[in-house]
Every structure is written in structure tokens, then in C-alpha cells.
């Protein structure tokens, strides 16, 4: 039994640095920094005010006319995936019941999806307007008022808006994805697991096309209090947000908690070339592992991002000197910086220094669940550009952290680029890709 | 690439039952029922006053090293005492060549609960004016919440609780496809078996929404029994008078492996996976596709995945949650699967004596069929007396039967359209004579 090779033909990105891959493509080249003060909330009260922030976005832009009273009940990650999706799609060029109901170009039943999603935050205006009405005479939250009436003033569907399968839902309705459906929640690793999986799914001939990537928003009240409990976010820079968030650089305060996500068509091989579609990159390979020690969330650790790493590059049948690029993860925060770099180090030896790298998160935050997604979209576009985007705020290493960051974009001759991910909690996923020779 | 045979060589669950395979295997062979009036909070006010709950649980008698874990929330305790429980039974202590970094562990767990009293007196203490003051709640909240009782919430932390437990390195998933989540886990976790990404994996999932804003959530959705007056007797999928499903919760672990890793060091062998199915409705967010098609595709999936026809299917373990429109989809699905056939294949559902463990329910389902072709008997569906027209098939009744079962059928259905199915049969590997994989 044979496995299929798997295209990227459609890159769908929702990020801080605008709507769309050429939006974040052409920001990563310029080394534009896109964290700002946020607008979403009144964040005075937070150590850290500054975010990755979408800005103005909806998806009923996104969506089929018939279907926009279903944006009320979507969390803002999902909208996000939503987005992203529709964008994917239409670059990719299958076209879906979503995209046109009438000439749909791939059949329902093998159609797949697979999207990382987080821990969905509930809006606390929306839940306030309820819990507000079942309060005693002291003004104190009552339970038993609750159950009597307060609780029929929360909108019905609010369970809904809030499962983390949602974001795959609203996809495989509005596009019309009947295959095998999957959401994964493994943190910051979950786009880069879902892809994997995703591949695999298509590789074994399960489904002729995916939609796979991840999205989440922790930029609210909710997100960014966890974020700051857990001595993430961002801590220096006043005055200098789009500086804050300094991957592997000196500087290293913390991250910038952002929102967005990225989701890739896979396709076979054989299907995108009959059909002259546009290939971005090959997936060659994949792989997951887990460190044990990810139990300790307050102490940093890297997942066991070398054996990813190393199992993805098994899995791809390549060496370490065969890789022109690594896409980092780069959180910024200095103990997870100084764990990845020893992760990369590990995977690709000595030589580690020489490859070119670069890490999205200094120009536009962290994306958690949706950070794989962007993060491969980058690794696919590299390829597929012949290009190494530089990363913002990297100015000088960090000590242990040398990777081989650039400060000016390059042209380079890149083969296979391999873009990895770890979460708080120990998981980490990693893929390469592979340059596509029509 | 190679295609390995996966096979179950160790199961453990915590669940309103029982705190053990079984206990809860006894208990649902003689109809008994989990459900009782809701104590782990105040529920007296609410639509729904009852519940399936795990009582009487302490990690402490589960784990050797419980203090390790003293910051799970509490589905991660279940699927820890679970887990120990699979990892005992596969005697995988005894395993000196067990390669860690080709252990995986593929959970279908939920979130935490949230911290209910602070995360709700922050917002009630902190409105002005028909919203939120966020300056005033990030004061009190960072007063009153505490950080591992928020980032236990993330449903990553049970595969890190288990990972750190059991020492696992390899492959680590969790999939959150709400009721679904855990069949699918198992079914997942089979491919990276046969794939040979991993020679042991843990499977199984965890789930608690036994507390205010999970119960208000299904509530809202209409989901819930509200058969106050009779609690005992609320869970009655397949039953005309079925008015929702009973909230449980609970976890369930089971030890899988590549058949051969199993036979090299000499594992008793339990059962063997031959076929998985998943598939989108992509319907609605808020309903089933009411033909069934969703669920159909999955089953279809399901058998060509193990080379079987309908025919070969013997029982067939049912998502069945006792909502009005789940248990007449379910079984309109089952008769588009099975045709004429479908008459003479049993069904049943065990939620009408567990309730609903929402993302464990798969997983638990699946160990009772393990039993149920072990002990070639089939567990009841109780509370099942009067038949309704829409749902016409054999769901075994009120009573368990004796039955020859070789290879069952299990399914999971959650909301938002995720469907999913296993397919097992019994440890001799016996696959029915016609199989053509």
C-alpha cells in the first residue's frame, strides 16, 4: 500500500497584519511590527496593554448570504477560522457548495477538515447581562436565582458559541465537507497536529482534499489575565508595543498575545496537477512527540520539539543539511526561547547556525492554536517565493539562542523548510515541506 | 509502509458506576442506574435537578503519587485513576523494552470547569452600566484567580497529567469533538498505530460539565431530561417518552497497541480495532441532518475501513443520548446502514444506566463492548418500554441477553455534526469468514 503525496494549493490567513498570506507576506519582508495598544477592550488594567489585534473583521464577509445569521453565535476564533477557510478555498481554487452551490468542484463525502482550536473565552458582557439578573438584595451572584429565571436570559445557543469543534462545524457546513472531521487542542502545537493529521488523512486516500490549520483569539479580558498569570506576556518596551515581542533576541521580555489563524487546502498531488492548480509546497513530513515534563506549566519547556522535528525529517526521508529554512515558533518569552533553541540545536546539530530561520512572532504576537497555521502558511510561501523573510525584532542573540535569523529579507535555494510548534503542556508538532517541482 | 493489526490489551474507567471495569461491567449487566439528584452544586432551582455524578472518587486510591497531580482539575483525576487502571491491566510495568518515545497518548478530554465563584463574582462585582468595567475585573481578578486553576481549564492538561504519569514521549493529541471526542481519540490513535508512528498508545478521554454554566449551557439548549419526579428512571433513549438525555461524567483509558509488540512481550490480548469511520453532517450547528446521512457515512466508513459487510455486524453500541431527535436520526441512520438487516442486529445504549459522559462517553461505550463479546452477553437499554414508531429496532430492553457476538459496532455523534465509529471484535482475532481486508 502506497501512500499518496499531499500539495498545499490554498493558503487562508487571518492575522494581526491584515486579511490574507500576501497581507503578512509583504509585512514579514518590510519587518513591520504590527503589535499595538489594544482597542478590543480597556486593557489599563493589565500589566501588559499592548496585543496582536486582527482590527476591523467579520466574517460575514466571508460567508454565504444564506448563512449570516449564524455569525451572532460564532466566538471570535471562530470567525477567524471562518475567514480564513473561505480565503484558503479561494486560493486554492477548488471550488465548494460555500464558494458556489451550484458547481462545486470536489465532491462533499471527500472533502476533510481538521482545525486547531483553543480554549474558546466567553464574552463577559454576554454572560453579565444574565448573571446580572440573578443577584440576592447584597447584590451577590445567587445560585438559586439563577436556576429559577437568570439563566433564561442567556441566549440560547451560548453552549454553542464556545465548543471548540464550532470552528470545524461552521467550516464543514458552510463549505459543505462531509469527510472525516477533526479538531485538535494541544495549545500551540494543535495547527501543526491538525495539519499533520490532515496530511495523513489525504496521504491514505481517506479524503481527496482537506482544510486544515488552526485559529484562536486570547485577546480578551479572559485570555490575556491566564497569559498574564502564567508570566507570558510581555513585560518591558512601554511606549514601543511593535517592539515588545523579541524572539530569541536579547531583549526578550515575553510575548505579545495576539489573535488569528492560518488553514492550508491539502490536496493530492495527482488532483491539483490534473486540475493545473497552483502548488504552493509539498507536506513531506510529519511528526509529534511530548515531553513528560510539561505537567510543570510554570516551568519552560520546548515539548520535545528535537523529536518532532527529527521524526518529521524521518519521515520526509532528509538529513538536517537538507533543510534551507526553519520556521520557528519564537514565542519570546525567555525561558521558552532558550528551550527551543537547545530543541533545534538538538535536532539539527552543529550546523544549526548556518541554516537560515526566521520566527513570525516579532511582527505580529502569538497566535496559540492558530500560530501553527500562519506559521506553515509562512513555510509554504518561502517556498514557493524562493525567499527568507527576516524577523522583526531580532536584532542581537540571546545567549544560547543563535539561530540563524536574518535582518534583510534573502533569495535562497530552498528545498525543504521545517516549521515546528511546542505548547504549554508539552506537546509539539513539526512538518516539512517541500519545494514543488512542476 | 506497513499496516499493523491494533489490538486492546488494557482498560480502565471512573465513571458514576463504578471506579473500575468491573464494577461498572456488573452494574450495567443487572440495569442499575447512576443517576441521582445533582450534589456537586446547588441544582434545586434548575430545570434539571439531577445528574449522573462520580462519587466517593479519591485519586489518592488510584495513584501511587497523587500529590504530583494536587492542581488537576476534576475529569483529569478520573482519567488518571483510569489510566493507572489500563496501564496495570496491560502490565505494561513489566515492559523493560518499552521504548517511551514511541508511546502516544490520544485523548478526547473536555476543558476544566471554570472557577465558578470567582470567575462569576468578578464579573457580577465588576459590572457598570450593561457591561463589564475592565479595568475594575482585571483588579479582581487578579485578586481572586488563581493560575492553575485557570490553565488546568485548557484540554491539554490531561494528556500532560497522563504524559507525566506514564512517562509518555511519542505522538500526544487531544481532539475536543464534543460527545464524539473520545471514539474518535481511539480511532485516531488506531491509525498512528498502523501507521507505526507509535507501537503503545493510551486512548480514551475525560469530561466533567457537571457544574453550573455546563448544565445552563444544555439547558439552554433543551437538551436535558427534566423528569425531576423521576430521576432514576430520566435516561430512556429509544423510549417514546424520552424528554433528553442525563447529563454524567466520568473517563475512560484503554491501552492499545500494534499486535505484535502485544505478542512479542506477551500481553493478554483483550480485543482488536478493525475499523474506524468519521464524518462530517455538515448540516447545522443546532441539529442533526435529520436523514441520517452523517451518521450513515460514518458506519459505511466504519466497515469499509474493516473490510465487513452490515451483515457481519453482531450488536452495535449506540450513541443513543435520549434526545428526542438523536435516538429517531440514530436509528433512521442504522436502518439506511443495514437495510432488511437491520431488524435482526441488537442495539443498545448504556447512557440509559451511565448518562451522557459527553467527550468519555465513546470511550466507556467501547470497553463495554470489549465485554460484551468476552462474556457473549449484551448490556440492556433500561427505561425502554414504550416503543415509539420512530425508533423500530431491537435495543435490547430493560434486560441483558445472552447473545453471540463476534464483532460490534460502536458510535459517537456530538453536536456541531461530528460523527464517528469504531468496530471491534474479540481477542482470538477471529474476523468474520467473509472479510476481505
Known amino acids: 500500500m502506497t501512500e499518496r503525496r499531499v500539495a498545499i494549493t490554498g493558503l487562508g490567513v487571518v492575522s494581526p497584519a491584515g486579511i490574507g498570506v500576501e497581507a503578512l507576506w509583504e509585512g514579514l519582508l518590510a519587518g513591520k511590527g504590527f503589535i499595538r495598544p489594544i482597542e478590543l477592550f480597556d486593557a489599563s488594567g493589565f500589566p501588559c496593554g499592548f496585543g496582536g489585534q486582527v482590527g476591523e473583521f467579520s466574517a460575514r464577509r466571508f460567508v454565504p448570504k444564506t448563512y449570516r445569521k449564524a455569525v451572532k453565535v460564532m466566538a471570535r476564533d471562530i470567525e477567524i477560522a471562518v475567514g480564513a477557510a473561505d480565503l484558503a478555498f479561494r486560493d486554492s481554487g477548488i471550488v465548494t457548495k460555500g464558494i458556489d452551490a451550484d458547481g462545486p468542484t470536489i465532491e462533499s463525502g471527500r472533502l476533510g477538515c481538521n482545525i486547531g482550536a483553543g480554549l474558546i473565552c466567553t464574552d463577559l458582557d454576554e454572560l453579565g447581562v444574565a448573571l446580572t439578573t440573578a443577584v440576592d438584595e447584597e447584590g451577590s451572584f445567587s445560585l438559586k436565582a439563577w436556576g429559577e429565571s437568570g439563566m433564561n436570559n442567556l441566549t440560547p445557543l451560548w453552549l454553542l458559541k464556545y465548543l471548540p469543534n464550532m470552528l470545524s462545524c461552521h467550516v464543514t457546513i458552510i463549505h459543505a465537507a462531509m469527510g472525516a472531521s477533526n479538531t485538535i487542542t494541544c495549545g500551540d502545537a494543535s495547527a501543526h497536529l491538525a495539519v499533520g493529521e490532515a496530511t495523513r488523512l489525504v496521504a491514505r486516500g481517506g479524503a481527496d482534499a482537506a482544510v486544515a490549520g488552526g485559529a484562536e483569539s486570547k485577546l480578551n479580558p479572559m485570555g490575556l489575565m491566564r497569559q498574564t498569570l502564567l508570566k507570558r506576556a510581555a513585560t518591558g518596551w512601554d511606549g514601543e508595543p511593535d517592539r515588545a515581542c523579541r524572539p530569541f533576541d536579547e531583549g526578550h521580555c515575553g510575548t505579545a498575545v495576539g489573535e488569528g489563524g492560518g488553514l492550508l487546502i491539502l490536496e493530492d498531488l495527482d488532483r491539483a496537477v490534473a486540475r493545473g492548480a497552483r502548488i504552493y509546497a509539498e507536506v513531506a513530513g510529519f511528526g509529534a512527540a511530548c515531553d513528560p515534563a510539561g505537567i510543570d506549566v510554570e516551568r519552560a519547556n520546548a515539548g520535545s520539539l528535537d523529536l518532532a522535528v527529527r521524526r518529521a525529517m524521518d519521515d520526509a526521508g532528509i538529513a538536517p543539511d537538507q533543510v534551507g529554512l526553519i520556521v520557528a515558533h519564537g514565542t519570546g518569552v525567555p525561558a521558552e526561547d532558550l528551550c527551543e533553541a537547545e530543541a533545534w540545536q538538538a535536532a539539527m546539530g552543529q550546523r544549526v547556525r548556518s541554516i537560515p530561520a526566521t520566527a513570525v512572532t516579532g511582527a505580529i504576537g502569538s497566535l496559540f492554536a492558530g500560530a501553527g497555521g500562519v506559521e506553515l502558511a509562512v513555510a509554504a510561501k518561502a517556498l514557493a517565493e524562493q525567499t527568507v523573510p527576516p524577523t522583526a525584532n531580532h536584532a542581537a542573540p540571546a545567549r544560547d539562542c543563535d539561530l540563524g535569523f536574518l535582518c534583510e529579507p534573502r533569495q535562497a535555494r530552498l528545498e525543504y523548510v521545517v516549521s515546528a510548534a511546542f505548547s504549554v503542556g508539552g506537546q509539539s508538532g513539526a512538518c516539512v515541506l517541500r519545494r514543488h517541482e512542476p | ?437
Open chain 2, 1 to 437: 509502509m506497513t499496516d499493523r493489526r491494533v489490538v486492546i490489551t488494557g482498560m480502565g474507567t471512573v465513571n458514576p458506576l463504578a471506579h473500575d471495569v468491573e464494577g461498572t461491567w456488573q452494574a450495567l449487566l443487572a440495569g442499575r442506574s447512576g443517576v441521582r439528584a445533582t450534589e456537586l452544586f446547588d441544582a434545586s432551582t434548575f430545570p434539571s435537578t439531577f445528574s449522573a455524578q462520580v462519587s466517593g472518587y479519591d485519586l489518592a486510591d488510584q495513584v501511587p503519587d497523587a500529590e504530583r497531580h494536587c492542581h488537576a482539575g476534576r475529569h483529569c483525576r478520573f482519567a488518571l485513576g483510569a489510566g493507572v487502571q489500563a496501564w496495570r491491566q496491560a502490565e505494561l510495568d513489566a515492559c523493560e523494552q518499552l521504548d517511551r518515545s514511541r508511546l502516544g497518548i490520544y485523548l478526547g478530554s473536555g476543558e476544566g470547569s471554570l472557577d465558578f465563584d470567582n470567575f462569576t463574582g468578578t464579573i457580577v462585582d465588576a459590572w457598570a452600566g450593561g457591561a463589564v468595567d475592565a479595568v475594575k475585573w482585571a483588579e479582581l481578578a487578579f485578586e481572586r484567580m488563581h493560575l492553575y486553576r485557570e490553565v488546568e481549564q485548557e484540554s491539554n492538561m490531561v494528556v500532560a497529567h497522563m504524559a507525566a504519569e506514564f512517562d509518555v514521549r511519542g505522538p500526544a493529541f487531544n481532539v475536543l469533538t464534543a460527545c464524539a471526542a473520545s471514539t474518535q481519540a481511539i480511532g485516531e490513535a488506531t491509525l498512528q498505530i498502523r501507521r507505526s508512528d507509535a507501537d503503545v498508545m493510551l486512548t480514551g478521554g475525560a469530561h466533567s460539565m457537571i457544574h453550573p454554566y455546563g448544565v445552563t449551557g444544555f439547558i439552554r439548549l433543551t437538551a436535558l431530561s427534566t423528569r425531576n419526579d423521576e430521576i432514576p428512571t430520566s435516561s430512556r433513549p429509544f423510549d417514546l417518552t424520552r424528554d433528553g438525555f442525563v447529563l454524567g461524567e466520568g473517563a475512560s483509558v484503554l491501552v492499545i497497541e500494534s499486535r505484535d509488540h502485544a505478542l512479542a512481550r506477551g500481553a493478554k490480548i483483550l480485543g482488536e480495532i478493525i475499523g474506524y469511520g468519521s464524518s462530517a453532517d455538515a448540516f447545522r450547528i443546532t441539529d442533526q441532518d435529520p436523514e441520517g446521512e452523517g451518521a450513515a457515512a460514518s458506519m459505511r466508513c466504519a466497515l469499509a475501513d474493516a473490510g465487513l459487510a452490515p451483515g457481519d455486524i453482531d450488536y452495535i453500541s449506540a450513541h443513543g443520548t435520549g434526545t428526542k431527535q438523536n435516538d429517531q436520526v440514530e436509528t433512521r441512520a442504522m436502518r439506511s446502514v443495514f437495510g432488511e438487516q437491520a431488524d435482526h442486529v441488537p442495539v443498545s445504549s448504556v447512557k440509559s444506566m451511565l448518562g451522557h459522559l459527553i467527550a468519555a462517553a465513546g470511550a466507556t461505550e467501547l470497553i463495554t463492548c470489549v465485554l460484551a463479546i468476552r462474556d457473549q452477553i449484551l448490556p440492556p437499554t433500561m427505561n425502554c418500554s414504550h416503543s415509539d414508531p420512530d425508533c423500530d429496532l431491537d435495543y435490547v430492553p430493560n434486560k441483558a441477553r445472552p447473545a453471540a457476538v463476534r464483532t460490534v459496532m460502536s458510535n459517537s455523534f456530538g453536536f456541531g455534526g461530528q460523527n464517528n465509529t469504531l468496530i471491534v471484535i474479540g481477542p482470538e482475532g477471529d474476523r468474520p469468514a467473509d472479510a476481505t481486508r
